[in-house]
T-cell receptor, first 115, second 111 residues
Framework: GAVVSQHPSRVICKSGTSVKIECRSL??????MFWYRQFPKQSLMLMAT?????????EQGVEKDKFLINHASLTLSTLTVTSAHPEDSSFYIC???????????FGPGTRLTVL | QKEVEQNSGPLSVPEGAIASLNCTYS??????FFWYRQYSGKSPELIMF????GDKEDGRFTAQLNKASQYVSLLIRDSQPSDSATYLC???????????FGTGTRLKVLA
C-alpha cells in the first residue's frame, strides 16, 4: 500500500517553455501533498504544501507564479514550472500523506533538465 | 528555528556489522519521527516511523527515540552492501503536516 506515482520521470525542455509534473496517490486518498526539489548532493528542499481543493502554501523564497501547484482531487496534484530556465534544472519529488497518520510517502521523482 | 541535525558521514561499516545512525532535533514539540533511505538518483523510501519513547523494531531495523534527550537513532543489524545509501531523518511537529529533514548520513557497507 501507500504507492505514489509521478509522471514524467524525466523531461528535457528548452528554456522558456512550461513543464507539468503529475503526482498521484494510487491506493489512498492524499489529503495533503508536498512538492520538494533536490539539487545534486543536497538535501530535500520543501517548495510547497497543498491540500485538496485549496490553494497551495509556498515556502519562503519559492515563487508561486513560477511554480504553479494544483491539487484538484484527493489523488492528484500537479506542479507546473512556468517559463523554465536552466537554473530550474533539478530533481522534483512529490510526497503524499493521508488518513490518520502523518507519514509522507514519496513518488519516484522527476528529473528536469532545461537546456 | 526548528532544526534537525545528522552527521553527514560517510559512515563506513563492514558487511554483517551493526550500523548506528543518529539524529538530534531542536524542538521539544516534536511528535513524529521518520527514517527514510535514499539511494543516489532516487527518491526517499520510508524505512520506519516512531512516535513513542523507546525502541521499535522492524526486521533488521530498530528505531530508538529519546524525547528527553531529543535524539532519535536508527540501528541496522547485519548490514549489507545494498544498505549503502543516504539515510534521512525527518521530524514532524505538532500542528503541522510538514517535515523538517536532516541533511542525511551517507552509509557505506563494505563487502
Amino acid at each position: 500500500g501507500a504507492v505514489v506515482s509521478q509522471h514524467p520521470s524525466r523531461v528535457i525542455c528548452k528554456s522558456g517553455t512550461s513543464v507539468k509534473i503529475e503526482c498521484r496517490s494510487l491506493d489512498f486518498q492524499a489529503t495533503t501533498m508536498f512538492w520538494y526539489r533536490q539539487f545534486p548532493k543536497q538535501s530535500l528542499m520543501l517548495m510547497a504544501t497543498s491540500n485538496e481543493g485549496s490553494k497551495a502554501t509556498y515556502e519562503q523564497g519559492v515563487e508561486k507564479d513560477k511554480f504553479l501547484i494544483n491539487h484538484a482531487s484527493l489523488t492528484l496534484s500537479t506542479l507546473t514550472v512556468t517559463s523554465a530556465h536552466p537554473e530550474d534544472s533539478s530533481f522534483y519529488i512529490c510526497s503524499a500523506s493521508g488518513g490518520i497518520t502523518d507519514t509522507q510517502y514519496f513518488g519516484p521523482g522527476t528529473r528536469l533538465t532545461v537546456l | 528555528q526548528k532544526e534537525v541535525e545528522q552527521n553527514s558521514g560517510p559512515l563506513s561499516v563492514p558487511e554483517g556489522a551493526i550500523a548506528s545512525l543518529n539524529c538530534t532535533y531542536s524542538d521539544r514539540g516534536s511528535q513524529s519521527f521518520f527514517w527514510y533511505r535514499q539511494y543516489s538518483g532516487k527518491s526517499p523510501e520510508l524505512i520506519m516511523f516512531i512516535y513513542s519513547n523507546g525502541d521499535k523494531e522492524d526486521g533488521r531495523f530498530t528505531a530508538q527515540l529519546n524525547k528527553a534527550s531529543q535524539y532519535v537513532s536508527l540501528l541496522i543489524r547485519d548490514s549489507q552492501p545494498s544498505d549503502s545509501a543516504t539515510y534521512l531523518c525527518a521530524v514532524n511537529y505538532s500542528g503541522t503536516y510538514k517535515y523538517i529533514f536532516g541533511t542525511g548520513t551517507r552509509l557505506k557497507v563494505l563487502a
